[in-house]
């Protein structure tokens, strides 16, 4: 991609109304844009890195055979009166046609995805199964002061699973948390994740959170690094130790809540009937289990806590582009213009995902600064002093090397 | 794939409720799943094809440098009534959120990307550029009979370019036609869709829709074939001939609207006051072009013309998979059953995507006939009489043929 064919620009200074880190840099560096309190637009940057998330996401639940599907945002009332959510749920927007009927904008989906999986249920040879999506999720959320970390309408990975009974959920969801930390490890945050105990419901004593270790974070947990297990401070005074080696004294630290595990047990498949036949012939309801990542809190979480006084710092796996060449030349410097876009064909042609800026006009210290701001993880320079080398530089390292475009070329082939 | 993991099962017959023959096939091979008149989830199948189609838009669009962005469904009242859409626009459903704070759930998103853009937006030189979204979008229409041909909810590519002057304008609108064109052409039903004339609002005279002919459509059109052009019959009566060679006697044809462009001019940009300053220094007001394709439309007009008496015939651009590979065996059939995994293996690890039906205990009768209604463009047999080999029949063809693997690996060498 050129820069200069990049319809967004980056800011000098944070919008006045965005008081949260996530937000306010990445509205500078024009990842996202706000349009109302908690719903924000994914600009053409934002929406790369989103859509790596998505992907990476995507491939770990593939792997573990899960079916991906996409139900509808706009949901009849009945289900969600059936389940008695319509009054309980105080963040459901609520939606009328001109015909006077009520429609649910979803926040969740068992009341669409249980009905639906019943037409295909007989048998005890039908289970398990699991089905997810990436799906746009509306809340009416009453504080939306955290950017993407809280939005009222957000990107969310959710997850049903289907089982004959309790022990064989157990075991999926047992698979589940290493699925899950696999998929924070490879999008960044693995060292800053931890699996926290949570309220459970009716079904189990606890559900779990995968919770991020950041000072902007909602939530409130109780760490035992040793350990790599919290707990939420929501069930702290009950608890109050270590669920594995029993140690009282915990870290109190503040974090994020960027995915969330739960079984469900019979609460949703009873009002519904979901039933099967067991080997005997008999009738049992379904067991279920769900499982949800919130994507623009991924993001956000990767923004708060990898970003500096300079800008964004993208994870190599998440990152809109793999480098970020900055060309440095004054309009009339032809042999450097073209000799960095030779450059960038290179290394296109390669497979290598390449931000090259290529803006006239545009002062070197500006364009190193923007180069900082959008936070990709390499950078490469292309100058009148870089001569028939580039210029590499890593965003969070102070070293710089001059490289050949082939020796480039060769570190992406090696690390990937 | 392996079809026994699939949670979905193919149906019989049709649900009572749904009258419409692309519903009525999708929902009986398992793509789709009607939640509500207009609104339907699409299940792993289906998924497959929607995010095919989806693919072969981006890969167009990238093409000529659209960006792609996403923009939000709850968009804040003020901007709809600042176009005079709030009022005037009857398919907008509209929320309220608990403080009376009142919301329109987009049915196309002008009064969110034109505020967004102007804050991109000072110089000629930013000009033009154009972004796109897959996104869904939320219309209250009155009639929803026509399954996901006319959705209430519905995934919509939409697109908006944005020009220094209507000359710049028009360029960009004859390349988008060729875009679309090679669009259809490669999703299948280039053969079927026809440029048709179609009333054009204030700013141009005609806009244009691409209109694929089927008898389920919702349109009429009157059609020259020679020209390869159509004139929609709302504006039929005024224009009266073809308007390529003039002639009066066009054929009259029921067709859907898979895509639309139009000629926006300065509607969205002169309310929200759009300006960039000219090479003179003078500010002007921007000039905007848009270019939508449903989704869902796309799909259910190629599950309308294809189909047969015996299901889904989808084109091999669009497939969810490339091969249906169908074992043939009791379960006792030991041999068969491993024979058809090898198989499976083989074709995946070929980068062929296949599903593969290994399914116990069903008659080879019902694994046929689930195989038409499902519509891969190959089928694959494997059975006790095949052998070595695997027989070899495409959906639309009578003849059969065994193949080795390495044969059937080598025809998807050729073709893709």
Chains 1, 2 share one sequence.
Not at 51 to 58: A, D, L, N
Not at 113 to 139: C, G, H, M, N, W
Request: charged share 25%; aromatic share 10%.
């Amino acid at each position: 991609m050129l820069q200069s064919h990049l319809f967004t620009k980056t800011r000098k200074t944070p919008p006045k109304d965005e008081v949260s880190k996530n937000a306010q840099l990445l509205i500078r560096a024009g990842f996202i844009d706000k349009l109302h309190a908690g719903v924000y637009s994914y600009l053409p940057l934002g929406l790369a890195v989103l859509k790596r998330i998505e992907q990476v996401i995507r491939e770990e639940l593939n792997a573990v055979g899960a079916q991906e599907l996409l139900m509808p945002a706009l949901q009849p009332k009945e289900p969600w009166v059936a389940t008695g959510r319509w009054d309980a749920l105080d963040v459901l927007y609520k939606v009328r046609d001109s015909s006077g009927k009520e429609y649910a904008l979803g926040p969740t989906h068992e009341e669409v995805i249980v009905p639906l999986v019943r037409q295909f249920l007989s048998s005890y040879e039908d289970l398990p199964f699991s089905a997810y999506q990436f799906q746009t999720k509306f809340r009416m959320e009453l504080r939306s002061k955290s950017g993407i970390l809280r939005g009222r309408e957000f990107l969310m990975k959710d997850q049903y699973s289907f089982h004959r009974d309790e022990q064989d959920l157990d075991t999926y969801y047992e698979q589940m948390q290493g699925v899950y930390r696999k998929i924070f490890e490879r999008v960044g945050i693995g060292g800053q994740t931890f699996l926290t105990f949570a309220s459970g419901g009716s079904f189990s004593k606890y559900s779990h959170e995968f919770q991020t270790l950041t000072d902007s974070g909602e939530d409130t947990i109780y760490l035992c690094r040793a350990c790599r297990l919290a707990v939420n401070d929501e069930i702290w005074p009950e608890v109050g130790y270590c669920p594995e080696c029993q140690k009282t004294t915990l870290e109190k630290k503040k974090a994020i809540e960027v995915g969330n595990i739960f079984k469900l047990g019979t609460k949703y498949t009873e009002p519904f009937a979901v039933t099967y036949k067991d080997r005997a012939g008999e009738d049992q309801l379904v067991v279920m289990g769900c499982f949800g990542i919130g994507l623009g809190r991924v993001m956000g979480a990767v923004a708060e806590i990898f970003s500096d006084d300079a800008g964004l710092v993208w994870p190599a796996a998440i990152a809109p582009y793999d480098v970020h060449l900055v060309g440095l030349f004054a309009r009339a410097d032809e042999a450097v213009v073209k000799r960095a876009l030779g450059v960038y064909e290179q290394l296109e042609r390669a497979g290598i995902r390449v931000l090259s800026d290529d803006r006239q006009d545009v002062q070197a210290g500006e364009k190193l600064a923007d180069a900082d701001l959008l936070g990709i993880p390499v950078r490469l320079v292309v100058s009148s002093k870089t001569g028939e080398r580039v210029e590499w530089k890593e965003r969070t390292a102070k070293k710089m090397e001059l490289l050949s475009v082939q020796e480039i070329i060769g570190r992406f082939l090696v690390t990937k």
